[in-house]
C-alpha cells in the first residue's frame, strides 16, 4: 500500500516525536472556507471534508512548507486522481487516517504520552 520509503520515514518520525524531539500540531481543515486563512507555517493538514484539485492548489500556494496531508479512509476512494499526483510532485505526503473526536477546533495537538 505504502512505499517501504515512507513507512521507514514514518517510523523515524514517531520515534522523533516520542523522544520529544518534535511537537506535532495538525491544523484542521473544516471546510473549505478555512483555506485562505492558512499560514505560511502550517507543515500539517488534516482534511474534513473532501478536496478538489483547485483545494490543492490553493493550499500548495498558501502553505509552501507544507509536508503532510492527511484524509479520511472514506474520502480517499472518491478523491480525484490528480490530488495525490499534485501532491507527491510538490513533496507532500498523503496520509489516509482519521483524528477521533474532532470538534470545530483550529489544531488538535499530538502528545506521545
Known sequence: MFPKITIIKFIIYAVKL??????????MLNSRNEINRLGEDEKFIHF???PSDIDILE????????KAAQIPPS???S???????IL????VELLK?????????????VIET
Do not use: A
Open 88 to 91: 507527491k510532485m510538490q513533496g
Open 75 to 77: 474520502y480517499m476512494k
Open 18 to 27: 516520542y523522544m520529544g524531539v518534535y511537537y506535532l500540531k495538525i491544523r
Open 79 to 85: 478523491l480525484s486522481g490528480n490530488v495525490p499526483k
Open 48 to 50: 474534513s471534508f473532501r
Open 59 to 66: 493550499i500548495l500556494k498558501n502553505c509552501p512548507n507544507l
Open 97 to 109: 487516517g482519521d483524528l477521533k473526536g474532532t470538534k470545530v477546533i483550529k489544531y488538535m495537538e
